[in-house]
């Protein structure tokens, strides 16, 4: 059995601990060094940057959000595993964990974090397809002649490096197409190394939730289970034409990921159409002021790809559903392109006080569309709001004084709620 060492990078056959270092965290599998498409999620991201950056944390539970009166915006496994998710809000996380550390976002030092590894990424290969600032697709197909190994080997290299260089973990996911890679990726975080391989991928998917497919959420899951589809298992009984006449354009894509199938390819030069970000909460809410904090903290996450990206968008999206799921979407042109967090808030709440429905609401979201270069945004006055040019001033003068003096510099007064 092909077998690969992840601390020293040593390869080879049926060994319980690597014979060269005697470590345990070895990975072994048949097709170990026959697949290229892989998937790299940082572990816990923002709240390991934080660890890594304030070292009295290392060993506490961390969460990423506002105040008592906001959100979990995310939370290291060590919250994790007391019940803190993503969107909770803050009371109730520190209810589960009352010994966390709660820390503000720090969007410049992700930022910063994200630029590194992606730099390592493409050291490896030119076909990287960013997902977000810490998740990433990578084809390394044809690259083991480059590098001398194969992609197993230089996969477990940039892991380590980002351990040894950056202070971050994160876990890899290696198939032979995107959506087995993606789903290979989260099978043993944190700091795991996970492989589906052609032969055994129908056996794996077979008795798997169907909610491994990525984009299934909670109106998608209810629909299919009304169908009496929970499992890959129970996809399998479904030929294409019900499918399709089930549930349409999705029913193809679900006959062919149901035996492991995904055509898509890794591209480093799709266009970014768009630059969003969006949360589910778990309790339905009007709380004006809560909505607000999301909207803010949103704010920041959209404006930090953006700047992660060099882009920036003419239009800002607001997203809303309500209690029963009717979605309201509102956009708003801008006179010229941006990637500021200030001025992506202040459209996305004025178009917030535009709808009528007062919520409750479940799911919220703000995004950025008509992508375009960063070059020419956020550079001119708008006659409409005279003071826009210099709060972006300020904003870009904020980022540099937190990048040298750290994120407790300078701290806008929302970001406490």
Same mark, same amino acid.
């Not at 390991?48 to 990423?64: C, F, W």
């Not at 007391?82 to 964990?97: D, E, H, N, R, Y």
């Not at 404006?303 to 882009?311: G, T, V």
């Not at 917030?352 to 945004?377: H, K």
């Given at each position: 059995? %092909?077998?690969?060492?992840?601390?020293?990078?040593?390869?080879?056959?049926?060994?319980?601990?690597?014979?060269? +270092?005697?470590?345990?965290?070895?990975?072994?599998? %048949?097709?170990? /060094?026959?697949?290229?498409? &892989?998937?790299?999620?940082?572990?816990?991201?923002? &709240?390991?940057?934080?660890?890594?950056?304030?070292?009295?944390?290392?060993?506490?539970?961390?969460?990423?959000?506002?105040?008592?009166?906001?959100?979990?915006?995310?939370? +290291?496994?060590?919250?994790?595993?007391?019940?803190?998710?993503?969107?909770?809000?803050?009371?109730?996380?520190?209810?589960?964990?009352?010994?966390?550390?709660?820390?503000?976002?720090?969007?410049?030092?992700?930022?910063?974090?994200?630029? &590194?590894?992606?730099? !390592?990424?493409?050291?490896?290969?030119?076909?990287?397809?960013?997902?977000?600032?810490?998740?990433?697709?990578?084809?390394?197909?044809?690259?083991?002649?480059?590098?001398?190994?194969?992609?197993?080997?230089?996969?477990?290299?940039?892991?380590?490096? !980002?351990?040894?260089?950056?202070?971050?973990?994160?876990?890899?996911?290696?198939?032979?197409?995107?959506?087995?890679?993606?789903?290979?990726?989260?099978?043993?975080?944190?700091?795991?190394?996970?492989?589906?391989?052609?032969?055994?991928?129908?056996?794996?998917?077979? %008795?798997?939730?169907?909610?491994?497919?990525?984009?299934?959420?909670?109106?998608?899951?209810?629909?299919?289970?009304?169908?009496?589809?929970?499992?890959?298992?129970?996809?399998?009984?479904?030929?294409?034409?019900?499918?399709?006449?089930? /549930?349409?354009?999705?029913?193809?894509?679900?006959?062919?990921?149901?035996?492991?199938?995904?055509?898509?390819?890794?591209?480093?030069?799709?266009?970014?159409?768009?630059?969003?970000?969006?949360?589910?909460?778990?309790?339905?809410?009007?709380?004006?002021?809560?909505?607000?904090?999301?909207?803010?903290?949103?704010?920041?996450?959209?404006?930090?790809?953006?700047?992660?990206?060099?882009?920036?968008?003419?239009?800002?999206?607001?997203?809303?559903?309500?209690?029963?799921?009717?979605?309201?979407?509102?956009?708003?042109?801008?006179?010229?392109?941006?990637?500021?967090?200030?001025?992506?808030?202040?459209?996305?709440?004025?178009?917030?006080?535009?709808?009528?429905?007062?919520?409750? /609401?479940?799911?919220?979201?703000?995004?950025?569309?008509?992508?375009?270069?960063?070059?020419d945004a956020d550079r001119e006055g708008d006659l409409l709001?005279?003071?826009?040019?210099?709060?972006?001033?300020?904003?870009?003068?904020?980022?540099?004084?937190?990048?040298? /003096?750290?994120?407790?510099?300078?701290?806008?007064?929302?970001?406490?709620?």
């Amino acid at each position: 059995m %092909p077998a690969l060492c992840r601390d020293c990078l040593t390869t080879f056959d049926s060994e319980t601990r690597c014979p060269k +270092c005697r470590s345990p965290r070895v990975t072994r599998h %048949p097709e170990l /060094f026959d697949l290229s498409i &892989a998937h790299m999620d940082c572990d816990a991201f923002y &709240a390991s940057v934080e660890k890594r950056d304030n070292p009295a944390l290392a060993d506490k539970p961390v969460i990423i959000g506002g105040g008592r009166r906001g959100v979990v915006s995310t939370a +290291c496994y060590v919250a994790r595993i007391k019940g803190v998710k993503s969107a909770m809000p803050m009371f109730q996380a520190l209810k589960l964990c009352p010994e966390a550390v709660v820390v503000r976002p720090n969007f410049e030092a992700y930022t910063e974090a994200s630029r &590194a590894i992606r730099q !390592m990424m493409d050291e490896l290969t030119p076909v990287v397809e960013p997902l977000s600032l810490d998740e990433a697709f990578m084809d390394l197909t044809g690259t083991a002649r480059l590098h001398h190994a194969p992609p197993a080997v230089m996969l477990a290299r940039l892991v380590k490096r !980002m351990k040894d260089e950056l202070g971050l973990t994160g876990s890899i996911g290696l198939s032979h197409n995107k959506f087995l890679a993606k789903v290979a990726s989260d099978l043993d975080k944190p700091r795991g190394f996970s492989i589906i391989g052609k032969e055994e991928t129908t056996e794996f998917l077979r %008795p798997k939730s169907v909610r491994l497919i990525w984009g299934i959420g909670p109106a998608a899951q209810a629909s299919l289970e009304s169908a009496g589809i929970r499992t890959f298992d129970d996809l399998l009984r479904w030929d294409r034409r019900d499918l399709h006449d089930r /549930f349409g354009g999705m029913g193809e894509r679900l006959y062919s990921l149901a035996r492991g199938e995904d055509g898509r390819r890794i591209s480093a030069h799709t266009p970014v159409k768009t630059l969003s970000n969006e949360t589910t909460f778990h309790e339905n809410t009007s709380d004006i002021e809560i909505l607000d904090g999301h909207l803010w903290r949103m704010a920041e996450k959209v404006s930090a790809r953006a700047k992660a990206k060099d882009k920036a968008g003419r239009v800002v999206q607001l997203k809303l559903k309500t209690q029963d799921f009717k979605l309201i979407s509102k956009r708003q042109s801008l006179h010229h392109p941006t990637q500021i967090a200030d001025t992506i808030y202040r459209t996305a709440r004025g178009l917030f006080d535009q709808v009528s429905n007062r919520g409750p /609401f479940r799911l919220l979201g703000v995004g950025l569309s008509e992508i375009t270069s960063d070059s020419d945004a956020d550079r001119e006055g708008d006659l409409l709001d005279p003071g826009a040019g210099k709060r972006a001033e300020a904003e870009r003068a904020a980022d540099k004084i937190r990048a040298k /003096f750290g994120k407790d510099a300078i701290i806008k007064g929302r970001a406490l709620r």
